[in-house]
């Protein structure tokens, strides 16, 4: 069974960044480097929304509001997954999910159902 584990939030002031892990167990290094990886996040009260994906060969698709602060990036080797995030903002307060999808094909925020493997989340908090 494949696990997902986050790591890396906290509580910082605006303006600040952190980058967010994401390792997966159960899977060999292999078959995760086929994989489709994947951030979301949830603010209290808000449904769900994709930050950002990267395809097994590379391709990123990150949100609008987030291009030019956050980063999707992944270490086959290591069976990670990171989000760097920068100049983060009050508004970017949320818990942030990792997911990954067995199949690599159609890796965008636009399938995010394809998403068959959940972390747990970890919070991040952005004060003003």
């Known amino acids: 069974q494949v696990q997902l584990a986050e790591s890396g939030g906290g509580s910082l002031q605006a303006g600040g960044s952190l980058r967010l892990s994401c390792t997966a167990s159960?899977?060999?290094?292999?078959?995760?480097?086929?994989?489709?990886v994947g951030w979301f996040r949830q603010a209290p009260g808000k449904e769900r929304e994709g930050v950002a994906t990267r395809s097994p060969s590379g391709t990123t698709d990150i949100a609008d509001s987030m291009k030019g602060r956050f980063t999707i990036s992944r270490d086959n080797s290591k069976l990670t997954a990171y989000l760097q995030m920068t100049g983060l903002e009050p508004e970017d307060t949320a818990t942030y999910y990792c997911a990954a999808a067995a199949d690599g094909q159609l890796c965008n925020l636009r399938f995010s159902d394809r998403f068959n493997y959940w972390g747990q989340g970890t919070q991040v908090t952005v004060s003003s």
């Open positions: 159960g899977v060999g290094t292999l078959a995760f480097a086929k994989y489709c």
